[in-house]
């Protein structure tokens, strides 16, 4: 080979060197960039990973949040019905033991103050108060049923007078009979008011007590009231103390006009004195 030929050679070799080089140095740049492409890409799905996770935790916070209202609603109602539950107690106490009972109240607030607390708290918060709101629902409920049967009691026993006037003749023996009631002294066409709560169970003439009613009360308690003009109520009907049942007259066995009262109890005939 001449002496150009090698110089030729060797400037092929140079130039493929140069040109392998310079390959090489792009190669290099192209896989760093292509790792820097990597990590972002890397970086940016982490991200969305995390904004996936934060969202599933606001859904959960929204579907807590929204049955945490549903909750605070039922407690609502329940804090009024239980309001409505302690002011029949209280109108019941009223009409049980004759007294008023109507004294202002504070205001107590169920709402919660702080405005940091979280859904935890909160919940619990609504447990207990729900929880407080039972205890008072099932001790009102207690006192109710006892109001209740004190109130039947109250209106069950007979108590006063039928018709006003004097009494005439007592209960017990009298001569060779025995007087079963008492006879209260009073104008023909006075009314007769029944002495307690009660349902009418006989109501038309009876031999010699004449013109007669009956009511049966609770407790075994039963009124009798004879002689009547006129009878004003049917057998079946439910009457509250007070209500007229009908007229004093002179029907039956009777020297004058009055009316003849009796109060049993189990059917046995007691003093009526002793319910006036
Ligand atoms: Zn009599």
């Given at each position: 080979?001449?002496?150009?030929?090698?110089?030729?050679?060797?400037?092929?070799?140079?130039?493929?060197?140069?040109?392998?080089?310079?390959?090489?140095c792009y190669l290099y740049r192209s896989k760093l960039h292509i790792?820097?492409?990597?990590?972002?890409?890397?970086?940016?799905?982490?991200?969305?990973?995390?904004?996936?996770?934060?969202?599933?935790?606001?859904n959960r916070q929204k579907v807590e949040?929204?049955?945490?209202?549903?909750?605070?609603?039922?407690?609502?109602?329940?804090?009024?019905?239980?309001?409505?539950?302690?002011?029949?107690v209280q109108a019941l106490a009223e009409k049980a033991l004759g007294i008023d009972l109507s004294y202002k109240r504070s205001q107590r607030s169920y709402?919660?103050?702080?405005?940091?607390?979280?859904?935890?708290e909160i919940r619990k918060k609504i447990d207990k108060l729900d929880n407080t709101v039972e205890i008072q629902k099932d001790s009102l409920n207690q006192v109710r049923s006892q109001l209740e049967i004190l109130y039947e009691w109250r209106y069950s026993v007979p108590s006063g007078k039928p018709?006003?006037?004097?009494?005439?003749?007592?209960?017990g023996y009298r001569r060779r009979s025995f007087h079963t009631g008492i006879d209260i002294r009073s104008n023909i066409g006075t009314s007769v008011k029944a002495t307690a709560n009660g349902i009418v169970s006989y109501a038309g003439w009876k031999g010699g007590y004449g013109f007669t009613v009956i009511v049966r009360h609770n407790f075994g308690f039963s009124t009798l009231y004879a002689h009547l003009s006129k009878i004003s109520v049917n057998i079946g009907?439910?009457?509250?103390?007070?209500?007229?049942?009908?007229?004093?007259?002179m029907t039956g066995y009777t020297t004058g006009p009055h009316l003849h009262y009796e109060?049993?109890?189990?059917?046995k005939p007691v003093d009526p004195k002793d319910f006036l």
């Open positions: 080979m001449t002496r150009d030929g090698w110089e030729l050679v060797k400037v092929c070799i140079t130039a493929l060197i140069a040109i392998i080089v310079v390959l090489s790792a820097r492409l990597e990590d972002s890409l890397s970086l940016a799905q982490a991200k969305v990973q995390d904004l996936r996770k934060i969202e599933e935790i606001n949040i929204s049955r945490l209202n549903d909750e605070a609603e039922r407690l609502k109602n329940k804090i009024e019905d239980l309001e409505k539950l302690s002011k029949q709402s919660s103050r702080g405005r940091d607390t979280s859904l935890e018709v006003p006037g004097h009494i005439s003749s007592g209960f009907k439910r009457v509250e103390r007070g209500d007229i049942i009908g007229y004093t007259g109060v049993r109890i189990n059917d």
